[in-house]
Each structure stands twice: as structure tokens, then as C-alpha cells.
């Protein structure tokens, strides 16, 4: 087992470096998994390491999109015992959830809920790194199956990190270029609280293509109710105020700010999204190339212009040391030149 588990951590490193998009990455990861934890459905998310807030999605044979919402709201079930902001913190990364455990005999949320759904079990795994939660995992398993075991909680926590690993490197490795989509105009739209799309301005519906979600009409049956939008209204209800995430797509980074409305539209969030700019994408990159703190101040100094014998003495280095911090810099983003990293950041 251990070679197999050696394996699979060696092979989810190459394929999120092939993968083209998060859906490819998705089926990899569940596939890999599964040579050792079989399942039936999943949800990947990735996080934004600068913000905490989801900035890419994607599974298959989840929890409909009606019982995540309950899940998630339903202030009548009991809470789960295993929160995500917990896992990644504590001294395990994972946490199962079964119908047949003694502890959850009485729970609301297995026995009506999940059972409802069909659903049996499910394991919830943090994927940390170096101290950074890089995204959220959730595996389930059907009626017809059997619950997850210890055994299956411990291969999960083995391959915890190289998973996170992986979610830095389908990011990381692919080189920073401009966009290669005409920009939109910003859209503005507004989520009330079963979730649902209650309005938006016209660029709305483009945005949501960008996204690969379906451009759904307000109030339609499958609202924002599985995308990054979602976890960022939740993010952005009153407890916790206004949150941001950066989301990289094939056609370039995109940048949504949630925050949670007053007076008539209480327990609403207004979502705006438009292009990231850099001085908005940097902590983001930042994050997911492994720039270190002073190739990102030699970063901050060339968005504003700067040659790079007055970086240096900004920063109190010596010309060469600037121009090493940009050559490491480059190879780190996969860019050629100067003009191509300040490019690829606005």
C-alpha cells in the first residue's frame, strides 16, 4: 500500500501540470483517489491562499444543488462536526461522516438530509501546505456502498498534501499571460437568500459563461447555486463582512468582490466581477507561483515603471541582486521578460 500511495502522490503532481482546465483536474484527482478510496462523487474546490474564499470548483455525482443549500442553512439540523476552517487547522486534515457511526445515530443532517440524497458517507479533507489551505475536498459514497473507514481516513491524510500540492501546481504552472479575451464591462449581480440569482446587469450573463457556469435566467431553478458565487455569499453574510477572490481561467484571472446588503435587501450579496487588476492580483500570484516576499516587492516596484538601477535603490539592493530577483521571477511565472510579467498582471 505504501508504494501505491507513493505512486499516486508522484502522479497527481504530473497530471495537475497537464491538466487544461479544473474539470480535467477534478476527474484526475477523483480517478487517482480512487485507487485507493473508492467512491462515488466529489467536490474539489480551490481556495484563494490571499483571501481563504473559493476561486475554482468542480465535481460530479454531488449533493444536488437544493441539498447543499440545506446543508449549508438549515439552522434546524445539528451542525456538522467536521468544519472545514477545523480540519485545516487541527491535527487531522480529515473528517467522515456515516450513517452507521454510533455518534451520528440521532443526526438530522445524516439520517434525513444526506440520507435523503442517497448519500451513506462522507469524508471532508483540508488540503494544506507549508501552512496555506490550498482547497477542500469531499468524497461520497451512495446507498449500496459501505461507509468510509479508518483505513480510508488514513490514506486520505497521507495524500492531503501532495493533493494540495497539486492544486499549487495546476495553477503555478501554468505561465502568466495577459488575457486573451476582449474585456468585459464589470457585472454586478445579486444573490438573495434561498441562493438564487435575483438580478444582474446585462454583462451578467457573459460573466457566468466565463465562469462555465450556465447564464440562467434570474430566479431560474439552477441559480449560482454550485459555483464560486455561492461560497463567496456565504463568505460575505453579515458575521463575516466583504470578501474577495481571484479566479484564474484559461482566457486570463478574473476578480469577484461579495458583500452583504442593508436595509430592504438584508441577507442579499451584490457580487461584482470583472478583470483582475494587479496590484489586486498580486497576492494572488503571489500565493500560487511561490514568489517569495522580496521578488514581490521587486514586482511592485516594476508595475509602477521603475528601471531597475532605482528598484534596486528603492529597495536597498544592488542592481544584480534586482536582476536576479527578476530572473527567478520570470522562470517562476513562465514568462521571458519584463514586458511579459507586467502584461500578464494586468
Known sequence: MAARLDSICRTVLERATDAVNVTDLGRELSHQLARVIPHDGYLLVGLDPASGAGCFHTGER?????????????????????????????????????????DFR??????????????????????????????????????????????????????ARPLAAALKQFVGSKALRPASRRPL???????????RIRSMTPSGQ????????????????????????LNMTHLARPATGPAVTRIPTPQGWIVLHA???????AGDVAITIQCASAPLLLPAVAAWYGITSRERAVIEQALKGLPVKHIARQ??????????HFKAIYRKTGVNSREELVAGLS
Open 106 to 159: 440521532h443526526s438530522a443532517r445524516v439520517h434525513d438530509v444526506m440520507a435523503g440524497a442517497g448519500i451513506i458517507s462522507e469524508m471532508r479533507v483540508a488540503l494544506t501546505v507549508s501552512g496555506v489551505t490550498r482547497g477542500m475536498l469531499i468524497l461520497l459514497r451512495e446507498h449500496g456502498s459501505r461507509p468510509f473507514s479508518a483505513a480510508d481516513s488514513d490514506h486520505a491524510t497521507q495524500l
Open 206 to 229: 457573459a460573466w457566468l459563461r466565463e465562469l462555465g457556469l450556465s447564464p440562467t435566467s434570474p430566479g431560474a431553478d439552477d441559480p449560482a447555486s454550485v459555483g464560486t458565487q
Open 185 to 195: 464591462p464589470p457585472a454586478v449581480m445579486v444573490i438573495g437568500t434561498d441562493d
Open 62 to 102: 454531488g449533493y444536488h444543488s437544493g441539498t447543499a443549500h440545506r446543508l449549508r442553512t438549515d439552522t434546524a439540523l445539528d451542525a456538522h462536526p467536521h468544519p472545514f476552517a477545523r480540519l485545516a487547522t487541527g491535527p487531522c486534515p480529515v473528517g467522515v461522516l456515516s450513517a452507521d457511526h454510533p
Open 259 to 265: 458583500q452583504g446588503l442593508d436595509g430592504a435587501g
Open 315 to 324: 529597495l536597498g539592493l544592488s542592481p544584480h541582486t534586482a536582476n536576479d
